[in-house]
C-alpha cells in the first residue's frame, strides 16, 4: 500500500485546511485509512480514522467538532477537513493505513504533510 499525502500549508488561527491522502496498492480496498500527527517535540497521535466502507469513522476528542474524516472509494482517496484551526494543531500529519480499524500500529505511513497555525 502506497500512501501520498497533499494539502498542508500555513494559515491562520480560525482558517480551514482540507488534506488529501491517495492511496494505492492491491489491498487498499479493504484497509482502514486515518490520519496521525506530530507537533515539534511530541509524540505521534492519533487524529482520526475511517472503515474501508466509509461507514464508521471517528476522530479525538479535541477535534471533535472541528475535523472531519471523509473517504472516497472510487477514486482511494482519503481527506480531512480541518476547521477552526489553532494553532496547537500545528504539526506534520501523516496518513495511514491499516486492516485494524482502531489504528493502535498502522502497518502503513505515508510521507507528511506540513500543517502550520499561525495564532
Known amino acids: 500500500v502506497q500512501l501520498q499525502a497533499s494539502g498542508g500549508g500555513l494559515v491562520q488561527a480560525g482558517g480551514s485546511l482540507r488534506l488529501s491522502c491517495a492511496a494505492s496498492?492491491?489491498?487498499?480496498?479493504?484497509?482502514?485509512l486515518g490520519w496521525f500527527r506530530q507537533a515539534p517535540g511530541k509524540e505521534r497521535e492519533f487524529v482520526a480514522a475511517?472503515?474501508?466502507?466509509?461507514?464508521?469513522?471517528r476522530v479525538r476528542d479535541s477535534v471533535e467538532g472541528r475535523f472531519t474524516i471523509s473517504r472516497d472509494k472510487a477514486e482511494n482517496t482519503v481527506y480531512l477537513r480541518m476547521n477552526n484551526l489553532k494553532p496547537e494543531d500545528t504539526a506534520v500529519y501523516y496518513c495511514?493505513?491499516?486492516?485494524?480499524?482502531?489504528?493502535?500500529?498502522?502497518?502503513?505511513w505515508g510521507q507528511g504533510t506540513q500543517v502550520t497555525v499561525s495564532s
Open positions: 495511514v493505513a491499516d486492516n485494524d480499524y482502531r489504528l493502535l500500529r498502522p502497518r502503513f
Open positions: 496498492g492491491r489491498t487498499v480496498r479493504t484497509y482502514a
Open positions: 475511517i472503515t474501508w466502507s466509509g461507514g464508521s469513522s
